[in-house]
């Protein structure tokens, strides 16, 4: 047989450029309904959240601590640099809240996709699009994709983590899904280093009993690098581990068992943060998809339980609940961001479920099963879209509020270099290009006497609520009454 020949049947058994060139189509075919969906979700983001929605409390704060346009805030225990870090190739050299926006947005559609990516093989490709769908829609998912906040980073982190778990669990020689672990573990560590052992605890807890001695190292390994510099700034900070997580317990009302699962649901009307949450719960139509989402989880683990593939729809269940577990039962108020993490891991059985009921009956029951599921799904979408767009809505003017606060103490003379104290302070004071500072609460960072000095040559203003009385070293300032404020202002001569 010829040199040629030989060559040929070579490269035919080890595959071959065809081989591989089949395979690289499969490929790209099985990540198109994944990339669509990441697409799709990229685009909801900027056409429904808008860029130009302004940026948040907790942004601020955030934010600041990399940008050029405000002092850095103060920087409570609880939170971490990860999300710092994350907007600093934007927020270090621009100013422009829509191109921070646009930026995270694209960012926030890309990790989805490579988080939906870490599951194929253990779920069909149908099923993970479907999933990311589900996802992508819920209007919180769409309200903070956008935001410079940690808890969607956290949610695609577990969502990666728990698939590249599931894959070197079932081949040791996978090693790209050991990095994944690792790097997954880090993501969540880096952006909130409690939520992610909350996270993946089931996974630590398997991999033990099972002596994978290999995935306990990656993940902890993992979790070790995201948390470093947090639990380093806690001991150059804080006082130490103990002392910061004590401070970050008592910030968020002292973590113990408290009931919240009822919080979480008034909050689910649009409330950005529910604390202390009360008033009456919204209309069920809102919150109905609420209760539906366990019982599918249910449908979608007793499916697999029948199709013998257990493992790959009850582990992201058991982090899913362990990641929601303090949020529901150890901490006195709500949010609806604080559980994305958990919605993010329950959609999978849920998405399971769906397709199952939609192509596992009899024909003469499948139409049923279809037309029910369509007109379920949008409906569902409805109430996501009308909830958003009042979320939105309701933040943009809050926002702006501020936005004409730091306008009015600007044109009062109090300009940076300038200091602001007093009722929300945070934002006011970034919005203006001040630094903001707290004599009491969660974020006191000054004293009295400190704030007086510092007005003999600096512009300060106190920020009031119409009716209280300002603090003792403001009451000689001039005021002027502003939106439901009082400002008081001075302003050092040769300052104005």
Request: net charge positive; charged share 15%; with cysteine.
């Amino acid at each position: 047989m010829s040199g040629n020949a030989h060559a040929t049947l070579a490269g035919t058994r080890r595959g071959g450029p065809r081989t591989a060139a089949r395979r690289g189509a499969r490929r790209a075919r099985a990540d198109g309904p994944l990339a669509a969906v990441a697409a799709a979700f990229t685009l909801a983001q900027l056409l429904l959240v808008r860029p130009g929605m302004g940026l948040g409390w907790d942004e601020t704060v955030y934010v600041s601590q990399v940008s050029a346009h405000a002092p850095a805030a103060f920087f409570s225990a609880p939170r971490a640099r990860g999300v710092s870090l994350l907007v600093a190739p934007v927020a270090a050299w621009s100013s422009s809240t829509p191109l921070l926006r646009i930026y995270l947005a694209v960012l926030s559609g890309l990790a989805l996709f490579l988080a939906l990516r870490a599951w194929r093989g253990l779920f069909r490709v149908r099923v993970l699009a479907l999933a990311g769908a589900l996802f992508a829609s819920l209007w919180v998912t769409l309200f903070y994709g956008p935001q410079a906040m940690p808890n969607y980073w956290v949610a695609v982190g577990a969502l990666a983590a728990v698939a590249c778990f599931l894959r070197a669990r079932r081949d040791r020689w996978d090693r790209a899904a050991v990095w994944g672990l690792a790097a997954s573990g880090a993501l969540m560590a880096w952006m909130r280093p409690t939520d992610a052992v909350w996270a993946t605890l089931p996974l630590l807890v398997l991999a033990l009993v099972r002596r994978r001695v290999r995935l306990v190292g990656a993940l902890l390994a993992g979790l070790g690098a995201g948390a470093a510099e947090w639990v380093i700034e806690a001991y150059v900070s804080y006082g130490g581990l103990a002392q910061r997580l004590a401070d970050g317990s008592a910030i968020q009302g002292g973590l113990g068992w408290h009931l919240a699962v009822v919080d979480q649901l008034r909050s689910l009307g649009g409330r950005a943060l529910c604390r202390p949450c009360t008033g009456a719960l919204p209309s069920p139509v809102l919150t109905v998809w609420w209760f539906v989402l366990p019982l599918l989880a249910a449908a979608g683990l007793a499916v697999a339980v029948r199709a013998r593939r257990t493992g790959a729809t009850l582990v992201p269940l058991a982090c899913g609940a362990t990641a929601a577990f303090p949020y529901l039962f150890m901490i006195g108020y709500a949010a609806p961001r604080f559980l994305l993490p958990a919605y993010a891991l329950l959609v999978l059985p849920v998405a399971d479920a769906l397709v199952h009921f939609t192509t596992a009956p009899r024909r003469a029951w499948r139409p049923v099963a279809v037309t029910l599921v369509t007109l379920g799904l949008a409906a569902h979408l409805a109430v996501q879209l009308v909830v958003l767009e009042h979320t939105v809505d309701r933040t943009t003017a809050s926002h702006r509020a501020w936005s004409r606060t730091a306008a009015e103490l600007r044109r009062l003379g109090v300009r940076p270099a300038c200091l602001l104290t007093g009722h929300e302070a945070i934002p006011i004071a970034f919005y203006a290009g001040c630094s903001s500072a707290a004599t009491a609460g969660h974020n006191a960072n000054s004293t009295a006497e400190i704030i007086a000095g510092t007005a003999r040559s600096t512009p300060v203003a106190t920020l009031v609520t119409t009716g209280s009385r300002p603090p003792a070293y403001a009451r000689h300032w001039p005021s002027v009454p502003f939106g439901g404020l009082r400002l008081y202002y001075s302003v050092p001569v040769g300052r104005s």
